[in-house]
């Protein structure tokens, strides 16, 4: 069964990095270069921020990357903020033609 | 610019059939894949289904059976419907739009199952 896993919380303090993982199945993976990662603040909407595994949306700052390594992506955010702080969930569009989602990560800024 | 915007009673009874709208605005639904996502109480996110203008359309095997999504051309909307609620389906209910990945969202509207 398809699907990705990604740890409950992470954290770290302003102007540091954090990395986010997310791992997943083979099957989880199903279409080429289709994950990709959103950020969601509290009682707001998830806002697409990666996509394509590396890519960012006109908007979202480049202290936002992406990247894949076997069955493992990960989402980096440098030189934190406190408006970094929100939960974060990746994505893929899977085999059988259905999107999968992680679990989320909650991200504080220290 | 899309502008999607989700509309629906904001309670169902058990047992009965929740029916949202999500209304599109700057593009059509002729074109892209249109998507529902839902999210419990504090829980996270979860994909419920899409569906496409030339017939394609898939959904969340956990809820196959209880959900159908369709469009409506005439009116630049499209729709969700999920049978036979329980308390288990209450959740803020997001409209979105893409292919691979899901770019533009809806504000979200809650929907809660209580008798």
């Known amino acids: 069964q398809s699907a990705l896993t990604q740890p409950p919380s992470a954290s770290g303090s302003p102007g540091q990095s954090v990395t986010i993982s997310c791992t997943g199945t083979t099957s989880a993976f199903g279409v080429y270069n289709s994950l990709s990662w959103y950020q969601q603040h509290p009682g707001k909407a998830p806002k697409l921020i990666i996509y394509e595994v590396n890519k960012r949306p006109s908007g979202v700052p480049d202290r936002f990357s992406g990247s894949k390594s076997g069955d493992t992506a990960s989402l980096t955010v440098s030189g934190l903020q406190a408006e970094d702080e929100a939960d974060y969930y990746c994505s893929s569009f899977a085999g059988g033609n259905i999107f999968i989602l992680g679990g989320g990560t909650k991200l504080t800024v220290l | 610019q899309l502008l999607l915007q989700e509309s629906g009673p904001g309670l169902v009874k058990p047992s009965e059939t929740l029916s949202l709208t999500c209304s599109v605005s700057g593009g059509s639904v002729t074109a892209h894949y249109w998507t529902w996502i839902r999210q419990p109480p504090g829980k996270g996110l979860e994909w419920v289904g899409y569906t496409h203008h030339r017939g394609i359309t898939n959904y969340n095997p956990s809820l196959k059976g209880r959900v159908t999504i369709s469009l409506d051309t005439s009116k630049n909307h499209f729709s969700l419907n999920v049978h036979s609620v329980t308390a288990a389906d209450t959740a803020v209910y997001y409209c979105?739009?893409?292919?691979?990945?899901?770019?533009?969202w809806g504000q979200g509207t809650l929907a809660t199952v209580s008798s």
């Open positions: 979105a739009t893409g292919a691979y990945w899901l770019d533009t």
